[in-house]
């Protein structure tokens, strides 16, 4: 493979490397770890020491990080459940749900754009007797929402679809779905890591029953995530997963991650005050590089809906160019691509694929994920560096040269290999 000797100028506001993955992980708010520290020194106690200050005092940091992410989804703090992260409340929600309805139905409704941790927990529910459908979703990276009332039957007792996915940031409509979802008498979980604090969310206006949140997509730490569970209209009962010393409220047992959750508490009351003001930023910032990409670049394809979008999410494809070796060249920036990478095998994102993407486009794709702490400057330079890379990586490649001599692609008849 050729390294692409880059000619692009780094700015003297422009610090290297870029981190333009923020759907993998955000970084820590300071103020976060502000608020996390005296948790970890002074403030120790174990928050279910019931019989001196030291866990009070714990226990109330505890309660009070339940209030902020209550606040932030229009729940109330004892419908929160604390975990060790969305992996987690996702097997907890689907799981736990799965066992405790199990009498009145072994179907569940899902969509194959979902994150690992819902497809591998319903790929365990399959084996054990439930039936699994998984939805498709149109070229935009959206359920057909007649598609999900076709599939509801009698034996469904649960639909999870995510509220924002990581690789194209689509957004589906969740709303719709919930309403559908209580018209015919059935759960709904989302997985809503992505969404929560990027757009607005709120349980009762969205007919969420189940929602799985994580600290570290939200500039809060790792580690620590959020199941809400909704207590009224209707009551949604899950079965533990995890037995122990009866932990929040029986249904997630084990000590509290005291610092950890009150990180999160923290990102959740920071995400609430500025939500509005970063959703307007980060979609500045997008529309800038997408702007600049299209005007600079031809055979380049957004994926996914830009009408139902996070604001910070831009997946690409640079058609006639491998994923990977665009990686290489721009590897001053931290982005990730939909070939290979996640998986041992070569096989590029199911994602991508489930949009009808063909293999070529998907392996030429780069997910750029903006956050709270990228600037301006950067997505110049990343602009820049892109259109330079792709350029150069075009002018070896002879499928691009075949292309502009007007050669159509698919009536080629390719060797086998
Ligand atoms: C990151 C992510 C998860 C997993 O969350 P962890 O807290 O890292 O376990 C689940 N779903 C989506 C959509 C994610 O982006």
Redesign the pocket.
Known sequence: MSTVASQVEVPADVSLPIYMDN???TPLDPRVLAAMMPYFTEKFGNAASRNHSFGWEAEQAVETAREQIARLIGATAKEIIFT???????NLAIKGIAEMYRERGNHIITQVTE?K??LDTCKRLEKQGYRITYLPVKADGLIDLDDLARAIDEKTILVSI?A???EIGVLQPIAEIGRLCHERGVLFHT?A??AVGKVPIDVIADNIDVL?L????IYGP?GV?ALYVRRRNPRVQIAAQIDGGGHERGMRSGTLNVPGIVGLGKACEIAREEMASEAAFLTGLRDRLKEKLEANLDYIHVNGSMDHRLPGNLNVSFVYVEGESLLMGINDIAVSSGSACTSATLEPSYVLKALGLGDDVAHSSIRFGMGRFNTQAEVDYVADKVIDVVKHLRKLSPLYEMVLDGIDLSKIQWAAH
């Open positions: 759907h993998a992980t060790s992260g969305a992996t987690e409340s996702n994150h941790a819902i995510m924002a996915n990581n997985d890591v992505q799985s994580s600290g570290h997509k790792k995530g």
